[in-house]
């Protein structure tokens, strides 16, 4: 048994950890390690939009996508990504590579180059029928925290670190998530400033930038179920997932009266768009405080809790995971072009807000 | 708003509270207050036990139980006393007084004097055919914590306080317990030692004596829907009620596993024995993390939670309440005097074990 937060990352607490030293969980959990060398990860959410029903559009997507993935291949791409798709309550079909980076340097070299650069800068991106989006975030190493029900093949920002840990301390109680999250050692991770439109218009429909705030929140919580057995996708199926979509629903559809502005219950996809057996919801909080509460208070999230302790020590196949972060207002990129204004982030921005 | 914790018992933290000072709670409670002078206090719970079903045991319980009230009204007696009833599962039921005194030295010449002393030391509490006992618990203020979703006629300890605070900042997150105590500014309340067999043998049915340890902690959770509408009254019978008791039963039955020494779940009565329409769950935990992790992780009481959300800021009649509190070892009394070996603390205490 062992911490969560990695030798070289503790220091000395002026804030306490929620539970004692002598905790002990009810089951064992584990996180991702890096060598003390990562310092700060890069993820890149690169989105396509097409009205839904609309075949040609479909197609583009695509297209579009696939081109994205092909940019990926360049020197300094990324070390690992994934695709998904999600229908929009706005009547959009969305796809999303999601890419990770464990070298800020690489990425912003990538992103300048000349292929990717001009791309997403071409004006066709406005005027191709398709919208296009962009979302980066790039948490500090302290600032991030994974949580995983396995050990084997860890996915997302997993895939691109180190190791795993042994069965670690921090997990099983409200809280634990911050505790996972080494800045929560001297940091309250308080939200500063607010989500603003930096450029552009959302209800024009062109190109919008929009500025993130200190300690804006991202979760990626994840269930793969590709190599379930037959009881466990049934758990899965018909226990976990029906609770997990209200309540993902509930915070598609009402999360911006709670702090929560987007989430996106996304399903895995091939480069062929045909889903695959794995899902993550995909949540942007106001702070991760908010995050919290949401979380220890939504009936549909304690269901899913309540389900998952239950039959923690029992699960074979079935692998749920998570991975959270807090990032600085100056580490983070979200540009829409072409997207309908409730796209991503573009809904809770205000106009005329400073982000700091 | 102001602090749960009262300003003269505000110290310099070691440890933090679990939430940050912005925190805004989503509907209001309240708090006990009292006046600096107060100390300490004591919880006294006397007890009568009489075999299930035995119709003259029964009359007898409840002579005795009467008698103990009338040693309430000596000089030194209690500020406030409760009489509740509850069966256990070895085939007895069980009349309490619960008393409540806000000087320990009061308590103590009460106890002392000669009509009190003798009663409970005769040997004919040994032969009369009927089991007692007592168990004292004193903590001192800043080791017990109070929460109302009212405001008036506080009940249990709120009796002897003085008044009622201003809405208070920590509840309505797991973990607001801990942070209502003026103790955990500092120390982290763990359990220290083992409860145990001081004196005598449960199985011998004489007089036996356990020993707490230092941080036992003990909850009383109430209810009150002697006002309620015709509505209130639905929801907490039809809907509250039932769930409760599955959780309280499963504490009762299955709470030595996970540190529940004891639970309780209690039916004020009137001195004629009948029910009146307020009832309690009295749990005796080995720590308060131990009835954190229930309280935060177990399906039944998550649902009470939810419910409890849900309709908090439209209760008008029906009163929920608890009181929370750890006590050291030298600050805690159980004697049971012809009682079957699993009533009480009896049943998990160590023969052999030290206190400390």
Redesign the interface.
Known sequence: MESAIDTHLKCPR???R???A??VP?FPMWVARADPSLKQVVMGHFGVQSKSGDGLANAASLDALRHIVATFQATDGPGHFDLVDYADTDGYDNRMAIAYWTDPAAFARWQDAAPVRDWWQSDARLSDGLGYFREILAPRVDQFETLYAFRDALPGVGAVMDRVSDEIEEH????SMRDRMAASQTD?L?AKGELCVVAGDPQARGRVVIGGHDNLCLIRSGQDWEEAGAEERTLYLEEIEPTLRAGMDFLRDQGASIGCYSNRYVRHIDLDGRPVDQSFDLGHWRSL?LL??WA??H?TH?RI??TF?RVATSLEKLRLYHEVLVVDAADQYYEYIHCHPNSGLMRDARIGADAN
């Open positions: 002026s804030l306490s929620r539970v004692a002598d905790y009810p099983g109680y409200w809280g309250w308080a405080d919290e509460r220890e208070s009936p304690l809790f309540v302790f």
